[in-house]
């Protein structure tokens, strides 16, 4: 699933707003070494990305409300389009800065 560019600018808008804009990989190289990371392991102070974060959580929102008829449909359609859900943007950033917090004061 992959957030439309509306979506996905509105995503990084709220990240920012929360401030969180610092912890956003720099560029590519660093998203994919943050990313191998988390693939790795854990999620820790050094591989943390909200907007990755705040997207993963997006994903995982929408997996969980799919009926197998959605599946042909889905594929390639933003979630927060496909079941009109634009205030899953504010809450994913809001729990990708929970989620930085706990991590933080571990």
């Known amino acids: ?3 439309c560019k509306a979506h996905w600018d509105k995503l990084v808008e709220a ?3 929360d401030g969180l804009g610092e912890l956003v990989p720099p560029g590519p190289l660093e998203f994919a070494r943050r990313r ?24 995982i929102w ?4 799919l009926r197998p008829r959605d ?10 389009c496909y079941f009109d859900m634009p205030q ?7 729990d990708s800065g ?4 706990k991590i ?3």
Not at 88 to 94: D, F, Q, T
Not at 98 to 101: G, K, N, V
Request: aromatic share 6%.
């Open 1 to 3: 699933m992959k957030l």
């Open 36 to 59: 191998h990371s988390r693939m790795e392991g854990a999620v820790t102070v050094d591989n943390f990305d909200p907007v990755a974060i705040a997207n993963d959580l997006i994903s």
């Open 62 to 65: 929408a997996a969980n409300g």
């Open 71 to 80: 599946l042909q449909w889905l594929i390639g359609s933003c979630p927060i």
């Open 104 to 106: 933080r004061s571990a």
């Open 88 to 94: 899953w943007i504010e809450k994913a950033s809001h």
């Open 15 to 17: 990240i920012q707003a």
């Open 98 to 101: 929970e989620l930085w917090q």
